[in-house]
C-alpha cells in the first residue's frame, strides 16, 4: 500500500476505533437519560463502526499483523513501554496538577499492564506447566489471572464479583 493511503488508512481505523467507544458512551447516558431508543441508535452505530475499523485494521494486516511469536514479543513489549514509561509519565502529571482520580486509574492501569508483560513473557518462552483453562479479567482495572479469581483484586481492590472470565 502507498505511503500516504497507510496513512489514512490508519487515521481512519483510529477514528472509528474512537468512534465506538464514544457511541457506547453516549448509549450508555442515553439509557440514563431514559430514551431508549436514541440509546439503541447509538448501540447500533457504534457496532458499525466496528465493523469499519476492523475493516480497514484488515487493510493493514500484512503490516500489524505479523507470526503469532513476532505478535507476542511487540505485545509484551507494548506493555513493558506503557508500564514503564508511558504511565509513570502521565501519573506524575497527573499528580502535579493534583488529579487524583486520574493518577489512581493511570496507576493501576501501569500495574495491571504489568502484569500483562509478565503473561506474554510466560508464554514467549513456553513455561507455562499447566494448559491454561481461562483468564479472568477485573473490569475495573484490567488485572489479568490465570489462577483463581482472587477474593480482591490485587491491583485495585475490586471484589471478585468484577471478574470477567475468558476461556477456551
Ligand atoms: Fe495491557
Ligand atoms: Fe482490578
Redesign the pocket.
Known amino acids: 500500500m502507498k505511503e500516504k493511503t497507510t496513512e489514512n488508512v490508519k487515521a481512519a481505523f483510529i477514528g472509528e476505533a474512537k468512534a465506538y467507544f464514544r457511541l457506547l458512551a453516549f448509549a450508555e447516558k442515553a439509557r440514563e437519560e431514559d430514551v431508549p431508543q436514541i440509546a439503541l441508535l447509538f448501540r447500533a452505530i457504534a457496532e458499525a463502526e466496528r465493523v469499519h475499523a476492523t475493516r480497514h485494521l484488515n487493510l493493514m494486516k500484512d503490516i500489524v499483523v505479523k507470526d503469532t511469536d513476532a505478535n507476542l514479543e511487540k505485545s509484551f513489549r507494548?506493555?513493558i513501554s506503557?508500564s514503564q514509561n508511558v504511565y509513570p509519565d502521565f501519573i506524575k502529571v497527573a499528580q502535579d496538577e493534583g488529579e487524583e482520580a486520574v493518577a489512581m486509574t493511570f496507576s493501576h492501569a501501569r500495574d495491571?499492564?504489568s502484569f500483562?508483560?509478565k503473561l506474554y513473557e510466560r508464554a514467549m518462552y513456553s513455561v507455562i506447566k499447566d494448559e491454561v483453562k481461562a483468564y479472568h479479567v477485573c473490569q475495573v482495572c484490567?488485572y489479568v489471572t490465570d489462577k483463581k479469581i482472587p477474593d480482591t483484586c490485587p491491583v485495585c481492590g475490586a471484589p471478585k464479583e468484577k471478574f470477567k472470565t475468558i476461556d477456551a
Request: charged share 25%; net charge negative.
Open positions: 507494548n506493555e506503557v495491571a499492564e500483562h508483560a484490567g
